[in-house]
């Protein structure tokens, strides 16, 4: 992984809540929220917690005595998070690497997490602090995308920028946030971390935009491929228009959609 995969700073968490967000984050935070709201849990953590999206749908449907913790590696994405939660007191938001949370044992009945392990350079210690930090039979909730051929926006975006950088293309999308999805790679980080039932299941959608534009600046320029584009000197805007042509082609002109796939993981 590199260093600047996990670097949701500057202009990142601003972009990436605005339009990442509404592309592909909500549906899924529905979903997991709704997992962990179901558990009636009285204290719920949550890891890479970024802008707040799965907080937020936890925040309406947990009642508001409920021990909410939302915890992220970049401040900024929490501050992004907190502007939009003003109206929610309750909710504690905290910096924290999900690899040495800085809670006591045993605190949480869950603790969950919306498309975050894959950015953790060690993750079966992510998962022991999970679990050190769940209370007896709490619950640990998290998702990842699956295979970048089943989220096909991130795939049309990555072969698009290939041709432009042919000596080291950006290979942000493909190697982490879409690179950890086989199932006994995740049991087998699970099991290391001595969780005993593990369920994984897939989640299914359609990712819609209002225009192929505005799918690809929010991939070229809400996530940290805008630093791989950047780092290679090359031009945000012209990055934006070549991926946005791409998905024009294999998409259409006007609103888009397109297919995206994850992994819901249960662990307890
Ligand atoms: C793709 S975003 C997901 C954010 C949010 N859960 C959502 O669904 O929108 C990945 C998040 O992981 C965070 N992150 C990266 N490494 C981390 C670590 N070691 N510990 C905690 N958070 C981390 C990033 O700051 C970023 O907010």
């Given at each position: ?22 592309l592909i984050f ?220 791409a998905i024009a ?20």
């Amino acid at each position: 992984m590199s260093v600047t995969d996990k670097s949701f700073i500057g202009s990142i968490p601003e972009l990436y809540d605005r339009l990442m967000v509404p592309l592909i984050f909500e549906y899924c935070a529905r979903d997991l929220a709704a997992r962990a709201v179901a558990l009636a849990p009285r204290s719920v953590l949550e890891v890479a917690a970024g802008t707040g999206v799965v907080t937020r749908a936890l925040a309406a449907g947990l009642p508001a005595d409920t021990r909410l913790v939302a915890t992220d590696l970049n401040q900024p994405m929490l501050d992004q998070a907190r502007k939009q939660l003003a109206n929610a007191p309750h909710v504690i938001f905290r910096q924290a690497d999900a690899q040495a949370l800085p809670f006591d044992d045993a605190q949480f009945d869950v603790v969950l997490c919306q498309f975050g392990v894959m950015f953790f350079p060690d993750r079966a210690k992510a998962y022991r602090e999970a679990k050190r930090v769940l209370k007896p039979g709490g619950h640990y909730l998290f998702n990842v995308w699956d295979r970048i051929e089943d989220n096909e926006f991130a795939d049309e975006v990555t072969r698009a920028l290939a041709p432009l950088f042919p000596s080291d293309p950006p290979r942000f999308l493909p190697r982490t946030p879409y690179g950890y999805h086989d199932p006994n790679a995740i049991r087998a980080d699970l099991d290391a971390a001595a969780f005993e039932t593990v369920s994984i299941a897939p989640l299914a959608t359609l990712s819609n935009a209002p225009s192929p534009n505005d799918a690809a600046m929010a991939y070229c320029q809400g996530t940290p491929l805008r630093t791989e584009i950047e780092a290679r000197g090359g031009s945000l805007e012209e990055a934006t228009r070549i991926a946005a042509a791409a998905i024009a082609r294999r998409f259409g002109h006007g609103a888009v959609s397109s297919r995206i796939r994850a992994l819901v993981v249960t662990a307890k």
